[in-house]
Structure formats: structure tokens, C-alpha cells
């Protein structure tokens, strides 16, 4: 019969072993993988139906804080594009705003908060298109939200374009939304 160790000594041995486990990566490791069983099971089109549900639920809960931290009933539109991008540097990507006016927000992004995990996971994208298009439809009450380029895809950046106004051009891509009041 052997005795039992204690754990206090088994516990540095354990805590200075060289395991790359870390929130951040587990979490996105777990991000990966349902994307990935999804897209396997039921296809892209219907995995980014679900993910987009969880995003849009994402979307208003953010677009709630930013509100409440700024003090204001809804975010003023000069203040949009620095709001998207603001929210995607504070969860580890690196979004720009390459062009911005009353009908249209282009940002670049060189970073993607799902690091190379997002990589043959398109269907994560829908993370971006919802809590963009969530936070700007209520802002200005409508958005259209494309994405022209992404990581996911194997672009080396992201460019997501937020339309503000409906226009003939935009019907054909992107994902529509409005202000839910």
C-alpha cells in the first residue's frame, strides 16, 4: 500500500511546468472549436446564423456600456467609428478607421481578438458584422455591415464597411440592421 502525497508537494512541480494554457487562448481555443464543429455540421451559412444570434445579444450588451461610461442616451455619430474600433483594441485587435462620413465607416483591422485562431473560421466574422451593426443601427438607426476583407478568409487584414444609409449599391452585400427600440 502506498501512501498518499500531499499536494502541497506535487504543487510547484505542477504550477512551473511549461503548459501554454492561459485564459485568453483557452477561451479562444474554445471559440475555435465550436465555430468549427458548427461550420462541419450543419455548413458556414447556418454556423454564422447562430453565432450571429450570440454576437447581436454581445452587440447591445456593449453598445449598453459604452452608453452608460459616456453618459448619453445614444451614441452621437461623430463618435461611432472611434466606438467600434475603441471596443475591438479593448478585446486584443487592432482596428483603424481608414474613412468615415454620414453615410459610410470604413475600418481596417491588423489583428484579429480571436489571434490566428480565427483562421479558416469565417463564420466568426459575424461576431464583427452583429456588435458593429447592432451598436451603429442604434446610433443612427440603420447600418448595413460588410465585410470585404478578412483574416478569417486568409486576407492579411480585415476591412468591415458600415453603411448608415440604404443605398442600391449595398443591397447586394452585407448584413442589414435597425434601431430596436
Do not use: W
Given at each position: 500500500?502506498?501512501?498518499?502525497?500531499?499536494?502541497?508537494?506535487?504543487?510547484?512541480?505542477?504550477?512551473?511546468?511549461?503548459?501554454?494554457?492561459e485564459?485568453?487562448?483557452?477561451?479562444?481555443q474554445?471559440?475555435?472549436?465550436?465555430?468549427?464543429?458548427?461550420?462541419?455540421?450543419?455548413?458556414?451559412?447556418?454556423?454564422e446564423?447562430?453565432?450571429?444570434?450570440?454576437?447581436?445579444?454581445?452587440?447591445?450588451?456593449?453598445?449598453?456600456?459604452?452608453?452608460?461610461?459616456?453618459?448619453?442616451?445614444?451614441?452621437?455619430?461623430?463618435?461611432?467609428?472611434?466606438?467600434?474600433?475603441?471596443?475591438?483594441?479593448?478585446?486584443?485587435?487592432?482596428?483603424?478607421?481608414?474613412?468615415?462620413?454620414?453615410?459610410?465607416?470604413?475600418?481596417?483591422?491588423?489583428?484579429?481578438?480571436?489571434?490566428?485562431?480565427?483562421?479558416?473560421?469565417?463564420s466568426?466574422?459575424?461576431?464583427?458584422?452583429?456588435?458593429?451593426?447592432?451598436?451603429?443601427?442604434?446610433c443612427?438607426?440603420?447600418?448595413?455591415?460588410?465585410?470585404?476583407?478578412?483574416?478569417?478568409?486568409?486576407?492579411?487584414?480585415?476591412r468591415?464597411?458600415?453603411?448608415?444609409?440604404?443605398?442600391?449599391?449595398?443591397?447586394?452585400?452585407?448584413?442589414?440592421?435597425?434601431?430596436?427600440?
Amino acid at each position: 500500500m502506498s501512501l498518499p502525497i500531499e499536494v502541497d508537494q506535487q504543487q510547484p512541480e505542477i504550477t512551473k511546468a511549461q503548459i501554454p494554457l492561459e485564459t485568453t487562448d483557452f477561451f479562444n481555443q474554445i471559440i475555435r472549436e465550436l465555430s468549427g464543429a458548427l461550420q462541419e455540421i450543419v455548413g458556414v451559412n447556418e454556423a454564422e446564423g447562430f453565432i450571429a444570434l450570440v454576437a447581436n445579444r454581445i452587440g447591445e450588451k456593449i453598445n449598453s456600456d459604452y452608453k452608460s461610461a459616456l453618459h448619453l442616451e445614444q451614441i452621437p455619430r461623430p463618435l461611432l467609428a472611434d466606438v467600434l474600433a475603441d471596443l475591438k483594441r479593448r478585446i486584443g485587435g487592432q482596428f483603424s478607421v481608414e474613412y468615415e462620413d454620414d453615410r459610410v465607416l470604413i475600418l481596417k483591422n491588423a489583428r484579429c481578438p480571436f489571434g490566428d485562431r480565427v483562421k479558416d473560421r469565417p463564420s466568426l466574422c459575424m461576431m464583427t458584422t452583429n456588435v458593429f451593426g447592432r451598436i451603429a443601427a442604434d446610433c443612427h438607426g440603420y447600418a448595413r455591415v460588410q465585410i470585404d476583407r478578412s483574416i478569417a478568409r486568409g486576407d492579411t487584414d480585415c476591412r468591415v464597411v458600415v453603411h448608415l444609409a440604404p443605398t442600391v449599391e449595398n443591397d447586394v452585400n452585407g448584413k442589414e440592421f435597425y434601431r430596436v427600440r
